[in-house]
């Protein structure tokens, strides 16, 4: 499969600092987003680490796909949920290290979302509310649930949509890479055709512009460039009031 893609990221319209990061490696065919929390600086440090740890065990396994250790291989898997799910869990321990060698980082954690091409497959992997999504002709679909408690609280049936966005707790995540005991990150398999977009995208886009509006601004014909700038601008048109990263992928070739 060959995929073309482009990113944005930007602090927002309130915010100093940008905590997100994100990564992409065509040749690895992984593409990710991290959601740094945790003040002084150090959720900059948990987004950039989550990024370098996943890109790091991804690059090291390219050339044997069963490989997970030292996080065992799980047989109901593919090679690539398993290669992925691996490299979360080890992104989680080194968050762990480096809270431990740095007294400074404590408290820092980060959301990770990531997007894995390998041969005719995608797969994608998650911990937190930074989201997939997929546009296949003219519908869109979110691929990841977020791990955030107002979602859980609208699965449950306790909250509204509309008010889960207005909620003070939005922000509130229940999986992330806090460098806790270990990660389990949620394993979706999307299944994908020519012509279809990915977004990859922190809150601070998803909690500002709607999904109809990510739907038309992702559509052909702008260009993956075109698109991410202007989801940026329009979260930013939004009151911006977080940092907004998107990464924007096409499936060009089966
Ligand atoms: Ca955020």
């Known amino acids: 499969m060959q995929v073309s893609w482009a990113a944005a990221t930007h602090p927002g319209s309130r915010r100093l600092t940008n905590e997100d990061a994100y990564g992409a490696n065509p040749e690895l065919g992984l593409f990710l987003v991290a959601d740094g929390m945790g003040g002084h600086a150090a959720g900059e440090v948990a987004s950039r680490v989550a990024v370098e740890s996943v890109t790091a065990f991804v690059e090291q396994t390219a050339g044997d796909r069963h490989h997970t250790w030292p996080i065992p291989y799980e047989i109901t898997l593919s090679p690539a949920a398993n290669r992925l799910k691996a490299a979360f869990v080890l992104a989680n321990r080194r968050v762990a290290s480096e809270i431990h060698q740095n007294e400074s980082y404590a408290g820092m954690a980060t959301t990770a979302v990531a997007v894995l091409v390998d041969g005719n497959t995608v797969v994608a992997a998650h911990a937190g509310d930074s989201r997939v999504y997929q546009l296949q002709g003219d519908r869109l679909r979110q691929l990841t649930r977020d791990h955030s408690w107002v979602a859980e609280q609208v699965q449950a049936g306790l909250l509204t949509a509309d008010a889960a966005r207005e909620h003070p707790w939005r922000n509130v995540v229940t999986r992330a890479l806090t460098g806790g005991p270990e990660l389990d990150p949620e ?14 995208c922190s809150d ?49 070739v089966a």
């Open 204 to 252: 601070g886009l998803s909690g500002v512009v709607s999904h109809d509006e990510i739907r038309a601004l992702l559509a052909p014909p702008a260009s993956l460039d075109e698109v991410c700038r202007r989801l940026v601008d329009r979260a930013n048109e939004g009151g911006g009031p977080d940092n907004i990263t998107v990464l924007a992928i096409q499936i060009d």
């Open 187 to 200: 394993i979706t398999t999307p299944s994908v055709e020519v012509g279809d977009r990915l977004l990859l």
